[in-house]
């Protein structure tokens, strides 16, 4: 199980495949064994796949300081990733706030990324802003006090209406591994980036937005107004957030095509 470690904090991978490189960077909660299970490989079947599992995601570290749970510290664990795999430029293609780290990266690493895929995470706003940060301020307070054997029930209630499905299901207890300190951690401390609306048009690599069209018609337009010349916007109808990053049959044609236009 291989692991590069940044200071004394050990961060999880899984390296497959061959061909161009791609970082696939998982959302909220995410780990290696769900995007294994959706079957992400299959969408780029021959490029080299590096699963990164962020500290407080799946088998890396959990850091109990919340100042080491700001999107820099997140951002930097990725490179080192990537430079214990030996890999020196990919495509990141990131799942909902893994998106946003994708942007995080590239602003402060653009050298290291070839292009971002953005999977459903961009809001067509900064984490900064009120519509954004007081939500997840919200969602963090409620991840925190997710404590002993009562916290412990309302997380199993929390995490299968997530994924509107019953507690015994594959997916929920994958989630329920997560240490819900770690996810309110995520949620709080990454208010403090001002981005991603504010890099976007500061990137110069290709960019694929991926976003779910058909519900809240408000973020849908937020989005279509905070689209930067030459970045592709790709609208696709779902009823919800989870149903776009387990709908590859959807995305993943999507995906094919922005990536046969990438220049070598």
């Known amino acids: ?141 409620a991840y925190a006090s997710f404590v002993g054997e009562d916290g412990a029930r309302r997380f199993r209630e929390r995490a299968s209406a997530v994924f509107s499905l019953p507690p015994d299901h594959p997916w929920v207890a994958e989630y329920l591994k997560n240490d819900p300190q770690m996810l309110a951690f995520e949620l709080a401390e990454w208010t403090r980036w001002a981005g991603p609306k504010s890099v976007l048009p500061h990137l110069e690599m290709p960019i694929l937005l991926i976003a779910r069209a058909g519900a809240e018609p408000e973020r849908v337009e937020r989005i279509r107004n905070h689209v930067p010349t030459g970045v592709v916007l790709e609208l696709v109808p779902a009823a919800s957030h989870l149903e776009l990053v387990l709908d590859l049959d959807r995305t993943a044609p999507r995906v094919r095509r922005f990536v046969a236009t990438l220049p070598d």
């Open 1 to 141: 199980m291989p692991f590069a470690t940044r200071r004394k904090i050990r961060i999880h991978y899984e390296l497959e495949g061959n061909g161009p490189d791609v970082v696939l960077l998982p959302g909220l909660g995410g780990s290696i064994a769900p995007g294994r299970r959706v079957g992400y490989a299959r969408a780029l079947p021959d490029h080299r796949r590096l699963s990164v599992e962020p500290r407080g995601h799946g088998e890396s570290g959990r850091p109990r300081d919340p100042t080491l749970h700001r999107i820099e510290e997140y951002r930097d664990d990725i490179v080192a990733a990537m430079d214990d795999a030996g890999i020196d430029r990919a495509i990141l293609w990131g799942f909902s706030d893994g998106g946003t780290l994708a942007f995080a990266v590239a602003e402060a690493y653009p050298r290291r990324v070839r292009a971002v895929i953005d999977h459903d995470g961009y809001d067509g706003a900064d984490l900064t802003e009120p519509v954004i940060r007081d939500d997840r301020l919200a969602r963090a307070r």
